[in-house]
């Protein structure tokens, strides 16, 4: 295993899931990679995790904080060149998931929901926590896929 670093900076990480019965509606974890490689390497308790033998890579991430959004009703605004709606994601409204502040786990936040994970490595963010929506186009009302999002990296 290994550390991710990205520059001077450690690489960010959000992960993405629907919101379960209720349209328009994610649960997005953001943090920052600080292992990537083999799960036994890891320094995972596999009493607590017995089934992590199903993979034999993971990420770990720390500064995990939670969100609930609502794309319809969520803060937004165009990029500077106007091809993007981007969406702010404001710390105050997090829900902390890691360290001595956490008031839950990443587990208990992301219960109930079944849907597809999008896991995207260093994801494209503007000043202060605006992420890419969708394009500014007329006609597109759809959120940007995921391929789309990070800074070049990829997403899982």
């Known amino acids: 295993g290994q550390v991710l670093v990205s520059g001077s900076k450690r690489m960010k990480c959000m992960i993405e899931t629907k919101e379960p019965n209720k349209k328009n509606c994610v649960r997005i974890l953001t943090g920052t990679i600080d292992y990537s490689g083999s799960v036994s390497r890891s320094d995972f308790d596999r009493s607590k995790y017995p089934d992590?033998?199903?993979?034999?890579?993971?990420?770990?991430?720390r500064n995990v904080?939670?969100?609930?959004?609502d794309h319809a009703s969520v803060e937004s605004r165009l990029s500077n060149?106007?091809?993007?709606?981007?969406?702010?994601?404001?710390?105050?409204?997090?829900?902390?998931?890691?360290?001595?502040?956490?008031?839950?786990t990443s587990k208990a936040f992301l219960e109930g929901c079944e849907g597809s994970v999008d896991?995207?490595?260093?994801?494209?963010?503007?000043?202060?926590?605006?992420?890419?929506?969708?394009?500014?186009s007329a006609d597109s009302v759809r959120k940007l896929a995921p391929q789309f999002r990070p800074k070049g990296v990829g997403y899982i």
């Open 52 to 61: 992590t033998e199903t993979g034999a890579e993971c990420l770990r991430l």
């Open 65 to 69: 904080r939670g969100y609930v959004v």
């Open 81 to 104: 060149d106007e091809s993007i709606h981007e969406f702010h994601l404001d710390a105050s409204e997090a829900t902390i998931l890691t360290g001595r502040d956490a008031t839950m």
């Open 119 to 136: 896991v995207i490595i260093d994801p494209q963010c503007s000043s202060g926590e605006w992420y890419p929506q969708r394009e500014a």
